[in-house]
């Protein structure tokens, strides 16, 4: 039964969002083509689900989900070497959205995985419906046939495998060796993009696709954590030293710096050792998405699009420009750094920090901004010439003790 229900799946609305896109042609066939491709992969894995018990090694069970995996991927990748094409909101669309195939390595509830991914896609959708619902009305369609198709499949996975992928059989199936063979060559797979969000697209192994997907919103659980061997209040010898201590094992030789990263990993983005690039782009970035900069120097990143966070970490001569901030915008450990956001900016926190140039943009003047262990900052307030107000942040206070044995503290004012 669960076979039968996703073959209706494939041959209903999947089948009309494939019919949509021969009739809108260009990028959007070839991409459909992956697509297709993808579920019919998913499909020869539920079959062997079926017919068989949960292997008992997980590498056996990344063989079989290799196809579908590299198949996401390639879909993936084909945006990113279309980012010119005039249907790059519908690419967008399905890459955004299609990682909801990785439902089959989500437990215990992998219904709402699916629905999360249909939702991730919606930014691109509705761009799709503003941009050509009163042009061509198959556009419209488009976007219908694709919504209803992962919205079938949250309700496939729902009614068959509510807690998980089910295997139906008693023995479990043997690896093949060498791993299942590629797609077939009747639906060509475009090579990777040469930039660096297709970093994790290089290797052969598409396996760490699956790993990635069960992350849900824990978008910081691969920040830098200080442990307490490298806290100078644990390790007095720190405050001499100024640097962590050797873990045992490690080489006392000086190690190289670390190469340079720029990576999308799920909903984080990771810039980090990156220096004198000011070239620095995160495109489409969406809501819930956190920008991370860590040890750049001398660059200049630029965020497009309306963002949840962003954390700048140990940058020094540093400028990041956004649009728009949900939450807050902190600065860590920096020198020398600047921002500019051009519309709204709940809170700015600066700790640490020596250097640092905010602008401010005329929705965003309502921010708070806190400061901590910090000097050298100035606020740039838009003027409506168009030009800025340059006002200092306050570095010094004068604290006394009042009659109730409390402390009052005022800004003591530097004025020269």
């Known amino acids: 039964m669960s076979v039968l229900g996703y073959t209706d799946i494939i041959q209903g609305p999947l089948a009309q969002y494939a019919q949509f896109s021969v009739q809108i042609g260009g990028d959007v066939a070839q991409h459909s083509q992956l697509v297709q491709q993808v579920f019919k992969a998913q499909l020869q894995f539920l079959e062997l689900a079926s017919q068989s018990s949960k292997p008992a090694n997980p590498n056996d069970l990344m063989i079989f989900l290799k196809p579908t995996s590299d198949i996401i991927a390639a879909i993936q990748d084909f945006r990113e070497k279309n980012r010119t094409s005039q249907f790059f909101n519908h690419l967008s669309a399905i890459s955004e959205s299609i990682p909801a195939l990785g439902w089959v390595a989500v437990s215990p509830a992998p219904s709402p995985y699916v629905k999360e ?13 503003k941009d050509w619902k009163e042009k061509d009305k198959r556009h419209v369609e488009w976007v219908k046939a694709w919504v209803q198709t992962l919205t079938e499949l949250q309700a496939f996975v729902k009614q068959y495998h509510t807690t998980g992928l089910v295997w139906s ?64 209040h644990k390790n007095p010898a720190l405050k001499q030293t100024g640097a962590a201590p050797i873990k045992s094992g490690a080489s006392n030789v000086a190690q190289p710096d670390k190469p340079p990263v720029f990576t999308r990993d799920g909903k984080k983005w990771l810039i980090e050792y990156q220096t004198r690039n000011h070239n620095l782009l995160v495109e489409n970035a969406e809501m819930n998405n956190v920008v991370y900069l860590y040890k750049c120097n001398e660059c200049t990143v630029t965020i497009k699009g309306k963002i949840n966070s962003v954390v700048i970490d140990a940058c020094r001569k540093t400028a990041i420009v956004m649009d728009s901030i949900v939450a807050a915008v902190e600065f860590i450990n920096c020198q020398s750094v600047q921002m500019q956001v051009f519309g709204k900016v709940p809170t700015i926190s600066v700790d640490k920090t020596d250097g640092c140039q905010i602008y401010l943009g005329n929705e965003s003047l309502d921010v708070e901004v806190v400061t901590s262990k910090s000097s050298e900052m100035n606020i740039l307030i838009p003027t409506s010439g168009g030009d800025y107000i340059e006002q200092a942040v306050p570095e010094q206070f004068k604290t006394t003790i009042t009659p109730n044995k409390t402390l009052k503290t005022i800004i003591v004012e530097n004025k020269g």
């Open 117 to 129: 991914m249909n939702d991730a896609g919606q930014f691109y959708t509705n761009r799709v419906l």
């Open 169 to 232: 059989g008693k023995n479990a199936p043997a690896a093949p060796a060498g791993g299942i063979p590629p797609p077939p060559p009747s639906c060509p797979l475009p090579p990777p993009p040469l930039d660096n969000f297709a970093a994790d697209a290089a290797g052969n192994d598409r396996a760490a696709l699956f790993a990635q997907i069960n992350q849900g919103a824990n978008v910081t659980s691969n920040l830098k954590k200080v442990t307490s061997d490298m806290q100078t």
